[in-house]
């Protein structure tokens, strides 16, 4: 990480707009507003901090976002790339004179830029035609290491692969010819091309370093980095997945390959996933998460160590109850600092080598992205609530309170009047204690009553948190008048794996309890009408809609988003079998009871609560028929419902006049059962 010149002519952001007099609920427009701040990088002198800012474009239905630089110390943000373009992941080069970035500002695709971050002057460094996206500088700055979509056959030739890419233009057939499974996945179909680690010099020809017809790295089921460059620049570490059934398989493992070149090796041989490796500074060793157990996409996110001297392998922090999230290293690898999720938190530990020894450093919120000064006396990371979206911040490594850095929305937020936030406990099925957070109306009344909404996280093993989200945010519900609940039921994650595990062939059961008890709760306050309550969820949220559906009709108006209706019609056409072959103890016709049992179409004759079904076609996640099948069964048994269909989205909502219309089509369904 790097060290910075800033060019006094730089435009300098206003940390504050003028102060306001009055505030008011948050609204779309105001949400569409917020300047999203992520993937921090710290320069090698640790005096300066870059981010990404995004902000959705509601005119052009894009997001658009640039770079920024930030005294690491504190002071006003300034802005290093210009605006109306995509531009991410932002590297310093070893000396501090430059960022690479990956930019589509020149095409189509991404590629790699250089802005010089003393004059601001910008040099496109690469050509690639399928683009770039994650990038690493190697480490004496002659060099970066890309990840590009490339067709395994033509390499890096990009003459081999524009003239593929025109035959396949020209062809008026686009039929496919498909022998294998696993040939879509979330939103894409998979093509001919596949992803690698391409080394790509400041000057010369781009290099594939990790050849083959197989994704390297692979589709990271941990969320995290899937490679690294050791500190001396000779090796690269990287995830594949070698199975010749990718579909029901979650066996992700760690290979090394030479940067000049050569085959790679194989160090992990666990059945599980392996991923985000990441080299101790002083090379000795490469910490990555590991799960145990195959085909268990929600196994415990374990830290663990690879001896590059020994190659040994061993599991630290062994006392941590909940998965690793991200993994950051030390200056002088002599401990490891993570985040990981704790009943409703994500604070960040350190862990002592080698020992494992576990102490927390800061807890409010939820804190991703750290990163280390080099002296390895302070911890920078971005941080948000459910009252406020992420900036970046500073804390000691020894702890205590946390100083805000950035301060890009501090003038909006101020016009905007937040919902009040907190939680409650109480007893679930079979005696759990149980979670939930809870957000009332902003300028809340306690002497007035008020419609109440429960929000049913997906997964099945995820969580509501204290977090910020653009998706789902509960505040925009709580700003349109409801009580908002938020039920950490079984199966979520942060309360212990036992937890967790609880939800797996039993997914109408155990939790829709926890839930359900926690509606009893929201029904008691004082400020709730009992009688108009209201639940929404979407992906496994979505499945336990479908499941209150047919089991209860405590609900006045239901929202279900992309949901899981029909099992059996779910495993025949989703892509990773390996999910529900694990959820429900096998597949269908070898071990139907599970799919029998809990799959919520069965129970399509005690369907009533007016319900307003939304899914995508790009989801092939959840593929767009189980909200299909709903719609119909709906309409059939004359329920009063809707259908609100996107042809262009997948699982999730992505286009910011989708996101709107997907807030205003929402709400608006609520509000005509829940305010009348």
């Known amino acids: ?42 320069s090698p002198d640790g005096q300066w901090l870059a981010y ?5 474009d509601l005119a052009a239905n894009k997001n658009r976002s640039s770079l920024f630089l930030i005294p690491a110390a504190g002071g006003a943000s300034r802005r290093l790339t210009d605006e109306g373009h995509l531009d991410q992941s932002p590297m310093w080069s070893p000396d501090g004179k430059f960022i690479a970035f990956v930019s589509d500002r020149d095409g189509d695709t991404t590629q790699i830029y250089l802005a010089d971050v003393a004059s601001g002057s910008l040099t496109k460094v690469s050509t690639l035609p399928g683009g770039a996206s994650a990038i690493r500088w190697v480490p004496d700055g002659s060099a970066l290491l890309a990840t590009s979509d490339i067709y395994p056959d033509c390499g890096v030739d990009p003459q081999c692969a524009k003239s593929r890419m025109d035959l396949a233009d020209a062809n008026p057939v686009k039929a496919r010819v498909i022998d294998s499974l696993l040939y879509r996945h979330w939103k894409s179909w998979q093509g001919p091309t ?28 941990g969320g995290g980095d899937e490679f690294d460059i050791s500190p001396d620049g000779k090796e690269v570490v990287y995830t594949r997945n070698v199975e010749d059934h990718q579909e029901v398989s979650t066996n992700s493992d760690l290979f090394l390959v030479p940067t000049a070149g ?93 020992g494992g020894a576990l102490r927390r450093i800061y807890g409010e919120g939820s804190s991703d992205s750290v990163l280390v000064s080099p002296d390895g006396r302070t911890l920078f990371f971005a941080r948000s609530s459910l009252t406020r979206p992420a900036d970046l911040f500073s804390v000691a490594r020894s702890g205590g309170s946390a100083t805000q850095l950035t301060h890009d929305n501090d003038g909006l937020l101020s016009a905007i009047q937040m919902g009040e936030t907190s939680d409650i406990w109480y007893t679930g099925a079979e005696s759990a204690n149980v979670q939930a957070l809870i957000i009332k109306p902003p300028n809340f009344d306690a002497h007035t009553k008020y419609p109440g909404l429960v929000l049913i996280h997906g997964g099945p093993q995820g969580a509501w948190n204290d977090a910020w989200g653009y998706r789902w945010n509960p505040q925009m519900f709580a700003a349109a008048g409801y009580v908002v609940l938020m039920p950490n039921q079984r199966g979520s994650t942060g309360y212990g794996q036992k937890f967790v595990e609880e939800i ?44 209150i559906l047919g089991h209860t009709d405590r609900f006045k108006a239901l929202v279900t988003h992309d949901g899981v209706y029909n099992l059996e019609a779910m495993y025949g056409s989703t892509e990773e079998l390996w999910f529900p072959e694990w959820e429900f103890r ?89 305010k009348k």
């Open 504 to 547: 797996s062939g039993d997914w109408g059961g155990k939790a829709y309890t926890d839930i359900m008890n926690g509606v009893d709760k929201l029904a008691a306050m004082p400020y709730v009408y009992p009688d108009r309550i209201g639940a929404a969820g979407a992906s496994y949220g979505g499945y336990m809609i479908d499941w």
């Open 262 to 354: 050569g085959l790679s090796r194989r160090i992990t041989t666990r059945k599980g996933g392996d991923t985000s490796p990441h080299y101790s500074p002083d090379g000795k060793w490469i910490a990555y998460i590991s799960q145990a157990r195959a085909g268990y996409e929600s196994d415990l996110w374990e830290l663990t160590l690879y001896n590059r001297s020994t190659g040994a392998i061993t599991r630290t922090a062994k006392t941590l109850e909940n998965g690793v999230s991200s993994i950051t290293w030390a200056p002088d690898s002599k401990s490891i600092f993570i985040t990981a999720e704790e009943k409703s938190k994500q604070p960040i530990f350190e862990v002592s080598l080698p």
């Open 52 to 56: 990404v800012g995004t902000t959705p």
């Open 194 to 221: 596949r992803s690698h680690i391409l080394y790509v010099p400041l000057r010369g020809n781009p290099v594939d370093l990790t050849q083959g017809r197989f994704d390297a790295p692979f589709f990271s089921l």
């Open 1 to 42: 990480m790097k060290r910075l010149i800033v060019a006094a002519s730089m435009m300098t952001l206003a940390a504050t707009l003028p102060a306001q007099t009055t505030t008011h609920p948050m609204t779309f427009n105001d949400m569409a507003s917020i300047r999203r701040i992520g993937s921090p990088q710290l």
């Open 586 to 674: 096998g597949n269908p016709w070898d071990n139907p009871e599970l799919y029998q049992k809990w799959s919520p179409n069965r129970f399509a004759k005690n369907f009533k609560t007016p319900t307003l079904v939304v899914h995508g076609e790009l989801d092939y996640r959840v593929p767009v028929s189980q909200g299909m099948e709903l719609f119909t069964a709906l309409q059939r048994r004359g329920v009063t419902s809707r259908f609100l269909y996107f042809p262009d989205e997948g699982h999730w909502v992505l286009k910011p006049q989708n996101s709107r219309l997907w807030y205003q089509t929402v709400t608006g369904w609520l509000d005509g059962f829940l």
